[in-house]
């Protein structure tokens, strides 16, 4: 990571966003979960713990005014944005060029759940992810951008200790599951809400992440797995024979299934780990053939 004092990077406070979002005539929406942070301390926090190195090249969701995007750059990395407002994504590259003149930035206007490509290849993810969508957003880029090996995400406190749990937790889900397919996750701090413009009613948290090679690396066991996994949480108080019938055709078949895969039939879907669902999917096809 670069000096902070002598990287020619100026990072924003909450004057300064103040005043960008006046000039563009902003008001944050609860629509596109606009909070934006305002603390200096808090964006180098997140680059340090996202061990962000020089010549790193980083994709940021939802950049907004730039308060991390310009913590990104003074680290000595280069930034692809991706920012679904028009006059964020506009603002963005006249802010940078002010406050890190040699810095190197590329934005893209879009829906970060439709990209399927960037001009650069990431190796890391780091983004103030917005509420309402940071799952999905964070399995959309980690599926079709293989490039990206570890990252750091804040995202609200219930969502990102969802993330990081293990099996048997109370709130070991869906999205542990399919979050656990890609690798490792920890939560990696808390975040004050005071750093944020507006204030959120909502505690947020920061997510690690490392991408591990588990060698669940075909697209079909992966949509398989993932079939499971909604069908088995979708009815999570019910055992495993039960919930997935519908998706086999019936318990008999379920059973026949989890057998052949080695799980109990009573066993409940918050006590399997990413690999026994590996193993229920591929016993699902081999079955089917």
Do not use: C
């Not at 003149?101 to 001009?119: F, G, Y």
Request: aromatic content about 4%.
């Amino acid at each position: 990571m670069s000096d902070p004092a002598s990287s020619g990077v100026s990072l924003l406070g909450p004057a300064e966003i103040r005043d960008l979002a006046g000039m563009l005539d902003l008001t944050p929406t609860k629509k596109l979960g606009q909070n934006f942070v305002i603390d200096a301390n808090t964006v180098r926090k997140i680059v340090r713990v996202a061990k962000v190195e020089t010549g790193d090249v980083v994709v940021e969701v939802g950049p907004g005014l730039g308060s991390l995007t310009l913590g990104l750059l003074e680290a000595g990395a280069s930034v692809v944005a991706v920012e679904i407002d028009h006059r964020l994504a506009e603002q963005l590259p006249l802010t940078v060029s002010q406050l890190a003149p040699a810095a190197k930035l590329t934005v893209i206007r879009e829906d970060a759940l439709r990209i399927r490509s960037l001009p650069d290849e990431p190796s890391r993810l780091v983004a103030n992810l917005p509420y309402n969508v940071s799952v999905p957003v964070l399995l959309h880029l980690l599926e079709h951008f293989p490039g990206i090996r570890s990252g750091v995400v804040m995202v609200q406190a219930e969502v990102g200790h969802r993330l990081a749990a293990e099996p048997g937790s109370k709130v070991y889900g869906s999205p542990s599951v399919k979050a656990a397919w890609y690798g490792e996750w920890r939560t990696a701090g808390q975040v004050s809400r005071q750093v944020f413009w507006p204030v959120p009613n909502v505690d947020s948290v920061l997510v690690g992440f490392e991408r591990v090679g588990t060698g669940l690396d075909t697209e079909e066991l992966r949509v398989r797995t993932f079939e499971i996994v909604d069908a088995a949480f979708g009815q999570r108080r019910k055992m495993l024979r039960q919930a997935l019938a519908e998706l086999f055709g019936s318990s008999q078949a379920a059973i026949a299934v989890l057998e052949a895969a080695g799980i109990a039939p009573t066993a409940r879907g918050e006590s399997l780990t990413v690999h026994d669902f590996l193993a229920i999917a591929r016993a699902s096809l081999a079955l089917a053939e």
